[in-house]
Structure formats: C-alpha cells, structure tokens
Nanobody, 128 residues
Framework: VQLQASGGGLVQAGGSLRLSCAAS????????VAWFRQAPGKERAFVAA????????KYTDSVKGRFTISRDNAKNTVYLQMNGLKPEDTAVYYC??????????????????????WGQGTQVTVSS
C-alpha cells in the first residue's frame, strides 16, 4: 500500500489549493492521517491531522481558519483544503498515516513519529 499526495501547484497569495492523499495498491486500516510540510532549509513540520473514527481534527496555529482537513472514506482519500494561501505556506506537503497500534493521544497527532506510512510529497508554491 502506498500513499499518493497530489494537488500541489503554483498559486498567487490569497489563492486556494486542495491537496489529496489517496491510498493505492490496496486498502489499509488507519486511525489517523496527517499533513506535514517542509519548506526549503527547514525541518518538516506538522500542518493538520484527522482522527479516523471521531473525525476530530488538529491544526498548527499558523493555518487555523485557513486550512481544513477532511476525509472521504468511500474514496479512501484525505484532503487538505488550503484557502488564503501566503508565501510562507510554500513547501513540499506530505501526507502520512498511522496504520497500526493504538489511537494516538491528542498531543502525538502532531509528532511525525506517530505515522508509519508516508506519501511522496507535492510541491506548493505561493507567489507574492
């Protein structure tokens, strides 16, 4: 099973993009899915996560009110709707899934060690 992230691109500041994270090569169980991003010269950082059963969501402060994470179980896909994009949102965006183990505690949703299956990344570039 692989995760495939798509939907990145070049957009002007204030614009919108929707990223998709789809599983291919089979189905898999998961209890949380997250988006992380890595800007040039910086470490990978948490963006948003969604718990599978409750649908509870968690966001990093800088994207609250602008980004929305959601899931479509029928399509086995998780989305990241990004509105009001800023140049500082420019990064490679990765989706990740926790496929086994127990449901992570709330604070661990933002920790990349929680996730054991990663997609390849999709570039988002926001011009000023």
């Amino acid at each position: 099973v692989q995760l495939q992230a798509s939907g990145g691109g070049l957009v002007q500041a204030g614009g919108s993009l929707r990223l998709s994270c789809a599983a291919s090569g089979g189905t898999f169980s998961r209890n949380a899915v997250a988006w992380f991003r890595q800007a040039p010269g910086k470490e990978r950082a948490f963006v948003a996560a969604i718990r599978e059963h409750s649908g509870a969501t968690k966001y990093t402060d800088s994207v609250k009110g602008r980004f929305t994470i959601s899931r479509d179980n029928a399509k086995n896909t998780v989305y990241l709707q990004m509105n009001g994009l800023k140049p500082e949102d420019t990064a490679v965006y990765y989706c990740a899934s926790r496929t086994g183990g127990s449901m992570p505690i709330w604070s661990m949703l933002a920790d990349e060690r929680t996730y054991d299956l990663w997609g390849q990344g999709t570039q988002v570039t926001v011009s000023s």
